[in-house]
């Protein structure tokens, strides 16, 4: 087989360490941005730079924002009583695409999984007890998945917050067993959120 040039086996190499991507996957893709015009893959490059230089976590609530502060935690009209914790950006884009919550959020960027080494120290929990205590934060509802790491993350916020006398939640169950927020239907998603239930510890 005819060696390719350096530097196209660098940008497969560099294309298959992003998750889910396959040599075989970051192959097709390394082909189709050189078969490309030029300009394309000079924007993507620009665009992923600019990303890096530009894209940040909210300082309150952990989600992508380009400011100190995301759209929604700067939002006069969200209901500042209602905290959502969810593992990821994406559960949160989930929850926002069913217009059924107007609260604000918390993004943890992980659940536990002491097995796989990740403890509390490797979520965003720094300043979550603040938050409760101080912007008038009434319930928080622990969204996270539905799976052995998920349930675990919820125990332990429910156990962490107790000392706040903070109403804490758990969305209900229509979600599936082992099912991931990001993937569920609009509809199912917004019954769990209504039919939200108190974590008793």
Known sequence: MPALPPA???LVTLLSRLPGIGQRSATRL?????????????TLGQ??????????????????????RC??????TRERGMLCV?????????FERTGAYQGLYHVLHGALAPLKGIGPSRLKLDNLEDRV?????????????????GEATALYLAKRLKPLSVSTTRIATGIPMGGELE???????SRALSGRVALDV
């Not at 759209?71 to 006069?76: A, G, K, L, V």
């Not at 934060?137 to 790491?149: M, Q, S």
């Open 183 to 189: 993937y569920i239907d609009q509809t199912t998603l």
């Open 30 to 42: 390394a082909f189709f941005i050189i078969a490309e015009p030029a300009n394309y893959a000079k």
């Open 133 to 149: 205590a101080t912007q008038g934060v009434t319930e928080v509802i622990v969204a996270t998945n539905a799976d052995v790491e």
């Open 47 to 68: 665009s992923l730079v600019e990303s890096v230089d530009h894209v940040r976590y909210c300082a309150d609530c952990h989600t992508l924002c380009e400011d100190e």
């Open 8 to 10: 196209f086996d660098k």
């Open 86 to 94: 969810v593992e990821t950006v994406q559960d949160l884009l989930a």
């Open 71 to 76: 759209s929604i935690c700067r939002d006069p």
